[in-house]
């Protein structure tokens, strides 16, 4: 069965500072992986994905990488803004035609001023 | 396009009682899905669609029921809601092939006493 975790659970950093947020999984035989945002009291809202044959892919200041033979993924985000205050979470399609994810549990992340 | 559409978006009912959650997309997707978000727990799938006319169990189907009425819609329904079914419930539907991020609604919170 596989099971997806983020690390950290919570993250509070200054405006301008540039981030990591990791995602690990544990069967690395996955179809893409994906990081969406959640807004409080909001639906979740897709951000990056990445097939398995790639190994980053890019999106304004973030830049979501992957290692499927490890298992990990990373979710940079550069000169952060109060703006992108939110949950953060990694889901990973296992393969098969039904396009089911499994989910992280998110990392809440807040950007002071 | 209003995207993906949940009603209602909170409900407070008591041990026992019975309701269905709406959901329709007006993206011509064919596959649709039912999460439930709880915390600590993240995002657990219960029903999924892969197409019209097809209906699936996810991780925690139990005390779920569900119906694809057509294409666009697909409806969740609690028969004797219990206080473990309180949760945040997400729908999520997506077209497949390349481009499979998965759209979210806004969620409906619902209140089981």
């Known amino acids: 069965k596989q099971e997806v975790t983020q690390i950290p659970a919570a993250l509070s950093v200054p405006e301008g500072e540039n981030l990591v947020l990791n995602c690990s999984f544990t069967d690395s035989a996955i179809y893409n992986l994906q990081w969406f945002r959640q807004d409080p009291g909001k639906g979740l809202t897709s951000l990056l994905l990445i097939q398995s044959s790639q190994r980053e892919q890019t999106s304004g200041r973030l830049n979501a990488s992957l290692d499927k033979s490890s298992g990990r993924s990373t979710l940079y985000i550069a000169a952060s803004q109060p703006g992108d205050s939110a949950t953060y979470l990694c889901a990973v399609r296992s393969g098969g035609s039904n396009y089911k994810l499994t989910f992280g549990k998110g990392t809440l992340l807040t950007v002071n001023p | 396009n209003a995207g993906v559409t949940q009603t209602p978006k909170f409900q407070v009912l008591k041990t026992g009682q019975s309701m269905t959650l709406q959901c329709a997309q007006d993206?011509?997707?064919?596959?649709m899905y039912w999460y439930r978000q709880d915390p600590g727990m993240g995002l657990r799938l219960i029903y999924y669609s892969a197409s019209e006319g097809t209906t699936d169990k996810g991780e925690v189907p139990n005390g779920y029921n569900v119906s694809r009425l057509n294409k666009r819609e697909f409806s969740l329904r609690l028969e004797s809601a219990a206080p473990s079914q309180t949760s945040v419930y997400f729908c999520a539907s997506i077209q497949g092939g390349v481009l499979e991020t998965q759209y979210f609604g806004p969620g409906t919170r619902l209140l089981v006493l």
């Open positions: 993206m011509n997707h064919n596959s």
